[in-house]
């Protein structure tokens, strides 16, 4: 289901008010195609961060703390330097958030080195969610690059998790 961006925007409202009816105290944010698309291109920090504040302020209008944010990427845009570049600008701007979601499609291989540059930036009071698929066999076949856009490895993200000395279970 497409929607523009102007009907995205014009459901927030109705977002924080169902939140708020469900007794819900905290929200989250979040962007997909984050770091660009095959049809119109990449997408800066400013952009995101604009977009993201418009976000950020109907949670705060509401009175709701936002502590929660998230990245897509399905058509596999993400670079590590600009993953931790926006990271960084998310965690300096608002303190708040904490909790963080990454799902990277990994179509030109940049998912597990987009989660270390994550690492990197986060530090032990944030959470970070991250999604894989054995063997990386997972993704999107729609979305303009003729076919699926695949995630990093679980096998992968385990073996450098552990190396790192990051206990996964």
Request: charged share 20%; aromatic share 8%; net charge negative.
């Amino acid at each position: 289901l497409f929607r523009s961006q102007a009907k995205e925007r014009a459901g927030w409202p109705k977002q924080v008010e169902r939140a708020k009816a469900a007794g819900i105290t905290e929200g989250g944010i979040a962007l997909s195609t984050a770091w660009g698309s095959n049809w119109v291109g990449d997408f800066t920090l400013a952009q995101r961060m604009r977009m993201l504040d418009e976000m950020h302020q109907v949670w705060e209008e509401a009175g709701m703390k936002v502590t929660r944010i998230g990245f897509a990427d399905a058509m596999s845009w993400c670079m590590p330097d600009q993953v931790e570049e926006q990271l960084a600008a998310v965690k300096e701007r608002w303190p708040d958030i904490t909790d963080f979601n990454l799902h990277l499609h990994n179509g030109r291989g940049m998912a597990l080195p987009s989660t270390y540059a994550a690492l990197k930036v986060l530090d032990s009071g944030d959470t970070l969610r991250v999604q894989s698929s054995l063997g990386g066999m997972a993704g999107c076949p729609y979305c303009g690059n003729g076919r699926a856009a695949s995630m990093m490895a679980t096998e992968d993200l385990m073996h450098m998790l552990e190396e790192m000395g990051i206990h996964t279970g």
